[in-house]
T-cell receptor, first 113, second 112 residues
Framework: DQQVKQNSPSLSVQEGRISILNCDYT??????FLWYKKYPAEGPTFLIS?????DKNEDGRFTVFLNKSAKHLSLHIVPSQPGDSAVYFC????????????FGKGTKLSVKP | KAGVTQTPRYLIKTRGQQVTLSCSPI?????VSWYQQTPGQGLQFLFE???????NKGNFPGRFSGRQFSNSRSEMNVSTLELGDSALYLC???????????FGSGTRLTVV
């Protein structure tokens, strides 16, 4: 049973517009959430994270929103750039350790010039 | 500083064989985690080692095992390979073992 779900396998956005990637989770014990970006033939690269005690975290063009009651988080990229084209993974952990992350299956973002 | 290094980058093995993959963490990092990535299942946690002790284990059969050495380098071993073990195996390391994991580029294992 998938504990972290990314229901959109792909997303296409025009350069300069907002990209919104969504993620749902089922385990209420998760207390830390992360977004990773992955290019082909490379390992995932950490983007941004959020603790369950917050509902928003911002880092430059990237903002993550957490809605605990809905068990939903989203990643907003504004403005989107062609270099943002990659697979984005949502991940969650419980108990403070990020050594054993539960990943979603990823959303492939394509940003068109 | 050097990142997480995984060797080899690519590997082809035959069903029934065993394989050992290696991970050299970032210098000073004491925690190493291993993940398997497949098109169908995505990224799945295998196990985590901290200071030579296995701290967490994912839901994989006993054919998958690992260890960590005193210099924090880690190896994972898969015995009696099956076609379904074909995947990208990723290693990630962290200093504290609580956050700040950096991933390597992975080892692409193909079982034929």
């Amino acid at each position: 049973d998938q504990q972290v779900k990314q229901n959109s396998p792909s997303l296409s956005v025009q350069e300069g517009r907002i990209s919104i990637l969504n993620c749902d989770y089922t385990n209420s014990m998760f207390d830390y959430f992360l977004w990773y970006k992955k290019y082909p033939a490379e390992g995932p690269t950490f983007l941004i994270s959020i603790s369950s005690i917050k509902d928003k975290n911002e880092d430059g063009r990237f903002t993550v929103f957490l809605n605990k009651s809905a068990k939903h988080l989203s990643l907003h990229i504004v403005p989107s750039q062609p270099g943002d084209s990659a697979v984005y993974f949502c991940a969650a952990s419980a108990g403070g350790s990020q050594g054993n992350l539960i990943f979603g299956k990823g959303t492939k973002l394509s940003v068109k010039p | 500083k050097a990142g997480v290094t995984q060797t080899p980058r690519y590997l082809i093995k035959t069903r029934g064989q065993q394989v050992t993959l290696s991970c050299s963490p970032i210098s000073g990092h004491r925690s190493v985690s291993w993940y398997q990535q497949t098109p169908g299942q995505g990224l799945q946690f295998l196990f985590e080692y901290f200071s030579e002790t296995q701290r967490n284990k994912g839901n994989f059969p006993g054919r998958f095992s690992g260890r960590q050495f005193s210099n924090s380098r880690s190896e994972m071993n898969v015995s009696t390979l099956e076609l379904g073990d074909s995947a990208l195996y990723l290693c990630a390391s962290s200093f504290t073992g609580d956050y700040g994991y950096t991933f390597g580029s992975g080892t692409r294992l193909t079982v034929v």
